[in-house]
């Protein structure tokens, strides 16, 4: 008997979502009855479900969601992202006249709000995110439209765990949290392309030193640039804010036909081989430490400057955003050095005058892997950082979800060793702050005005 043998579960759709979280709740004990859009494709669906399963499972199939749904405690769909097909099937699941029964989409994109509406008792409706595959990933989005009722979002919450999962509660708002926490990786990714760093170096300093499973290029091509490139007008859409806007070289890619793995090209050519060989071949790894002497700082004013001719043998300059070229004596590497989950590893820093040898040189010496990249303001991982950091605390600002069911989002929903709130405790407000006005004051786009949350962070750790 699982946590949930009490439950009576009708779900729609069985796509992969659909069969997945079939799958789930009948693994976890509840009684399952699935549907599809007609007899055809529910029993095609159920013969691939029962196949799936890597235990026997009791799943039955219902001849229309009005039968599905009629003795159900919970229905949940997961039918095609269309809003018009989702309204249809909501006032046949309405028809149906079981007034106790709770409505879960597991909608990515579309309002819960509306499909309250469209159900015509938005108290019932709550958003049951999933993410995918449902059977392997331990994360559930549970979204509260401005009317779903207290007591129905609490039902969620407990169903989740009771299938071994961890919800985390968001308001109605596009793109929930993990995937709106994201936008700014692939924007701030994408934007890097066309500044000149190439999308091995992004991916393989993204792992090496946020320690992500995944570069976010090789994640965009993996999801498909077109589908990326229709949630970015989404959101553009939706929030009506500029720093939103699709990247133009995403649309380029996508009118060229390049749009990612499935396509054979996207940002990687996949003819040519793996991403993951791509990556490792642009990584410098050194044999082992030696002496060198590390010089934090955030800004190169002519006074640090200054301070770095007093020390003697080779000096590193540990800094993202203040490194201005013109200043570097000669002889000192500018680097930027991160604590990866496999030891130290450096963003080594192409400069104009001195070059990139003497920074391999310090990197090498520091035993750190290391990869080359351009002199652009946080230069690749802090870059990526900050914008995360700031798109995180936005959300906070705005009441969408807590610090804590942020964290705990992108901990679970990407598996990021660290949420973005917890770095901004580590790196503190006053940097990442620093940061995104350094970004803002070069580039000039509205894409880095930082949260205000993140202002009077700042100010309040100065007092
Ligand atoms: N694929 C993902 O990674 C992912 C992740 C999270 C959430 N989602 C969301 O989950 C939902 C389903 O995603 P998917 O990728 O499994 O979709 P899919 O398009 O692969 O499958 C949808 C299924 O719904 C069926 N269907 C269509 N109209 C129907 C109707 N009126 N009644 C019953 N069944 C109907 C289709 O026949 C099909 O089997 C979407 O809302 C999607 O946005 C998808």
Redesign the pocket.
Known sequence: MGELSDLRVAV???????RGIARVFAQAGAAVVI???DAE?TAA?HAKLLEEADSPIDVTTAAS?GDAVREADLFVE????KFE?KQ??LAQVRAAGNTGLVVAS????LSIGELGRAYGDPSRVVGM????PPTKMRLVEIIRGARTAPDIVERARAWVAGLGKTAVLCADSPNFIVNRVCRPLYYESQLLVTQGVAPAVIDAAVKGALGHRMGPLELLDFTGLHTHLGSSETALREFGDPRYRPIPLTRQLVRAGTTGRAAGRGYYDYSAGKPREAQSAVVRRPAGPEEVTVYRTNTCTPSDVAALRELEGRVALDSSHGGWVEHLPAGVGWVRLHRGGEGLFAEVVADEVAGIEPAYDIADALGAASVPVLALPGLVVDRLGWTMINEASTLVEEQIATAEDIDLALRLGMNHPAGPLERLAEAGPAEVLAGLRGLLECFGDPRYRPAQLLVRQAAGAAR
């Open positions: 729609a759709g069985l796509g992969p979502m659909g549907v599809d859009a494709t669906g969601v997961a039918i095609v992202e097909a249809a099937l597991n909608t990515s994109s995110h999933f993410f995918n």
